[in-house]
């Protein structure tokens, strides 16, 4: 496994919270309008995310540990995300996470009888574009102005300003935008 996974051990309190948080989840959280981004932003707040301005995190995200969440300006994680945030996720400004996407922060050793859980954070830079359906692995850093396309799969940290695609993902060529210098 890559040397940036650590072995994570869960709290008896960590389990709890995680308890709280799945009824507020199914009560509060999943069956709002999906206007509402502000309320479930609030939500996320009260279990400790760190969300910047106008994020939209939709209904049926889910995510498993909102306190190890962070969304910078008008981030956005779309319907169906499955947010495994064991270790710390990070999205940068302007980056959407598109459907039925999964970021998955952490594994299990399976060279050990106990198969411990193994974390490590994800952290996508600002202005990436994360495709539907795509998984993005445990430890792994996406470079600003990326875009990963749908049902690639990402194992490796990526480059800024690249455009992705297969699985496992690999840049295949520069992204352009008109208009506008990269970097």
């Known amino acids: ?3 940036k996974l650590k072995i994570k051990q869960l709290s008896f309190a960590n389990k709890v919270v995680r308890a709280l948080w799945n009824i507020v989840w199914l009560l509060l959280f999943r069956p709002t309008p999906r206007v509402l981004h502000a309320w479930r932003a609030m939500l996320l707040r009260l279990f400790g995310a760190k969300l910047g301005k106008a994020v939209h995190v939709y209904p049926s995200a889910k995510i498993w540990a ?17 947010c495994y945030c064991v270790a710390k996720i990070r999205i940068g400004k302007h980056s959407t996470v598109s459907q039925y996407s999964f970021l998955c922060s952490a594994s299990h050793d399976y060279t050990q009888y106990a198969m411990p859980l193994l974390a490590a954070p994800i952290t996508i830079g600002d202005h990436v574009w994360i495709t539907a359906d795509v998984f ?48």
Do not use: Y
């Open 1 to 3: 496994m890559s040397l």
């Open 66 to 82: 909102p306190w190890n969440l962070e969304m910078d300006d008008h981030a956005c994680l779309s319907e169906q995300v499955d």
């Open 136 to 183: 993005v692995g445990p430890g792994v850093t996406i470079g600003d102005g990326v875009v990963i396309t749908a049902r690639s799969s990402v194992f490796h940290d990526m480059p800024g300003w690249m455009v992705a695609t297969g699985n496992p993902a690999l840049p295949i060529k520069p992204r352009k935008l008109e208009g506008i210098t990269n970097g």
